[in-house]
């Protein structure tokens, strides 16, 4: 049972223009997303983050939205660099009593940004 | 500073044997996850200690599996008589105090067992 899906693979886009990375989640007890950027080789580094009680989360060139309703969010990239090509994972977890912060993730979009 | 710290970055054994990978998470990070990563999905949470004990090991797929971290520091992912599809990348990660904060990945241990 895939809790966080990431339904596309992968996304090319043209340096300087918009990425927009896409999840999708199913289980209503989340109430805080994650984004994280894996390198080859190296561990996932976390990029920015969305508690349930907002719609908008913006950190420079990153902007996350949340459609509590939707069960989606999506991870805007303005504009985008070639250095921003990696993997993308998106990660849910629950806080409240009991709750261990385990992340949940999806399985990955690889993003290339051609120069 | 330093960050998480995984060895080895790869162990390669075979179908049986024994095997332990570690993880240094972060100095004065109380709060330490298990990840397994295999190929084409996400990480894959299997234990969470909270100083010196196990307080969700809920993800460990079997009793093969088993986790320490006996001083609250370093811990040692344990995994007996190894499979074919345990091949995959470990990943640890720390957190500063609890499952509200951050967590901050290793490289991660690539496993491959023959």
């Known amino acids: 049972d895939q809790q966080v899906k990431q339904n596309s693979p992968s996304l090319s886009v043209q340096e300087g223009r918009i990425s927009i990375l896409n999840c999708d989640y199913t289980?209503?007890?989340?109430?805080?997303f994650l984004w994280y950027k894996k390198y080859p080789a190296e561990g996932p580094t976390f990029l920015i983050s969305?508690?349930?009680?907002?719609d908008k989360n913006e950190d420079g060139r990153f902007t996350v939205f949340l459609n509590k309703s939707a069960k989606h969010l999506s991870l805007h990239i303005v504009p985008s660099q070639p250095g921003d090509s990696a993997v993308y994972f998106c990660?849910?977890?629950?806080?409240?009593?009991?709750?261990?912060?385990?992340?949940?993730f999806g399985q990955g979009t690889t993003l290339q940004v051609k120069p | 500073g330093a960050g998480v710290s995984q060895t080895p970055s790869n162990k390669v054994t075979e179908k049986g044997k024994y095997v332990e990978l570690r993880c240094d998470p972060i100095?004065?990070?109380?709060?330490l996850y298990w990840y397994r990563q295999s190929l084409g999905q996400g990480p894959e949470f299997l234990i969470y200690?909270?100083?010196?004990?196990?307080?969700?090991d809920s993800g460990l797929p079997n009793d093969r599996f088993f986790a320490v971290r006996p001083e609250g520091s370093v811990s040692t992912l344990k995994i007996q008589r190894t499979e074919r599809g345990d091949s995959a990348v470990y990943l640890c990660?720390?957190?500063?105090?609890?499952?509200?904060?951050?967590?901050?990945f290793g490289p991660g241990t690539r496993l491959t067992v023959l």
């Open positions: 289980n209503s007890m989340f109430d805080y």
């Open positions: 100095s004065g990070h109380t709060a």
């Open positions: 969305i508690s349930s009680i907002k």
């Open positions: 200690f909270q100083g010196t004990g196990a307080a969700d």
């Open positions: 990660a720390s957190s500063l105090r609890d499952n509200t904060d951050t967590q901050y």
């Open positions: 990660a849910a977890r629950s806080y409240g009593s009991g709750n261990t912060g385990k992340l949940i």
